[in-house]
């Protein structure tokens, strides 16, 4: 991996969630290329193991934890073992969340003919165990992890915190009300956490991407013979570069917002990156 900026993160210890997915991997190397030793946090040991060895592989130094970052019982011993053996927590990537079908709409608009059909499940229907679940991951998955590694940038210089909200966060998107809402809480506790933590001198922002292939997505993006769903062909219509993202387009940003050297005055934003998807009117 080559970084597209140069930023010294030596000696720095780098927290992130969700660390053992697409864009969780492309962070986690990042920061342990820029010379951060990365703790990467997720619940599948498999995947965790294979993001550390493909970090140690390119001359990086990583470790990986199992952990849910609902669970803050299991963060703080994950925080233990890591401040023992490595040290304190300087930057924290908030990367867990998700969204959940069962929180997801059928349709785009609401007809009398689709609120009655059983087969499809309509605004009515939407499961409030499965809102409330997706709520928690995604919003108190950023405060949890929050409380327990944010309280080791109390001593620190130059700490940060960067939270991955989303462009639903902006405008919510059709069939996705939960997802787009938790998303939306991200950002609002983004600005609310920077204010707070201003006079500790802990930084906190948060990164918006657009739409970027991932496992979480790629079966309502790509048809099983390659092509592009209707959603997907609809999403590059409203995105003016006309392509989804790559994980590396992502990396600028994190360096900017972790390098206190070229944002220190930066607090409480919400950068997009989204291929001026935000910026499109349609007409």
């Known amino acids: 991996m080559k970084l597209p900026l140069k930023v010294d993160l030596n000696n720095k210890i780098a927290v992130v969630t969700g660390g053992s997915g697409v864009l969780g991997l492309s962070l986690s190397r990042a920061l342990a290329k820029a010379g951060a030793t990365v703790a990467v946090l997720a619940r599948n040991q498999e995947k965790i193991d294979r993001v550390v060895q493909t970090i140690n592989d390119e001359g990086g130094k990583a470790v990986g934890y199992s952990a849910n970052v609902l669970d803050k019982k299991e963060l703080e011993k994950v925080h233990a073992n890591l401040a023992e053996s490595y040290g304190p927590c300087s930057i924290l990537i908030n990367g867990a969340g998700g969204n959940n079908s069962k929180a997801s709409t059928s349709h785009e608009y609401a007809t009398k003919q689709n609120i009655l059909d059983t087969g499809e499940q309509s605004f009515f229907d939407l499961s409030p165990s499965a809102v409330d679940n997706l709520f928690n991951l995604n919003f108190l998955g950023t405060l949890l992890p929050t409380q327990v590694f944010a309280k080791d940038m109390i001593d620190q210089t130059e700490c940060t915190i960067i939270n991955i909200s989303s462009m639903n966060a902006y405008s919510p998107l059709t069939k996705i009300p939960a997802y787009?809402?938790?998303?939306?809480?991200?950002?609002?506790?983004?600005?609310?956490?920077?204010?707070?933590?201003?006079?500790?001198?802990?930084?906190?922002?948060?990164?918006?991407?657009?739409?970027?292939?991932?496992?979480?997505?790629?079966?309502?993006?790509?048809?099983?013979?390659?092509?592009?769903?209707?959603?997907?062909?609809?999403?590059?219509?409203?995105?003016?570069?006309?392509?989804?993202?790559?994980?590396?387009?992502?990396?600028?940003?994190?360096?900017?917002?972790?390098?206190?050297?070229?944002?220190?005055?930066?607090?409480?934003?919400?950068?997009?990156?989204?291929?001026?998807?935000?910026?499109?009117?349609?007409?």
């Open 180 to 283: 787009s809402g938790a998303k939306a809480a991200v950002s609002n506790f983004t600005k609310w956490l920077a204010v707070h933590f201003s006079k500790l001198g802990i930084r906190v922002n948060a990164m918006a991407p657009g739409f970027f292939l991932t496992e979480q997505n790629r079966e309502l993006l790509i048809q099983e013979d390659g092509g592009l769903s209707e959603r997907a062909e609809k999403i590059l219509s409203q995105t003016p570069m006309e392509r989804f993202g790559e994980p590396e387009e992502l990396i600028g940003t994190l360096l900017w917002l972790v390098d206190n050297n070229a944002s220190s005055f930066v607090n409480g934003v919400v950068i997009p990156i989204d291929g001026g998807f935000s910026a499109y009117s349609g007409v």
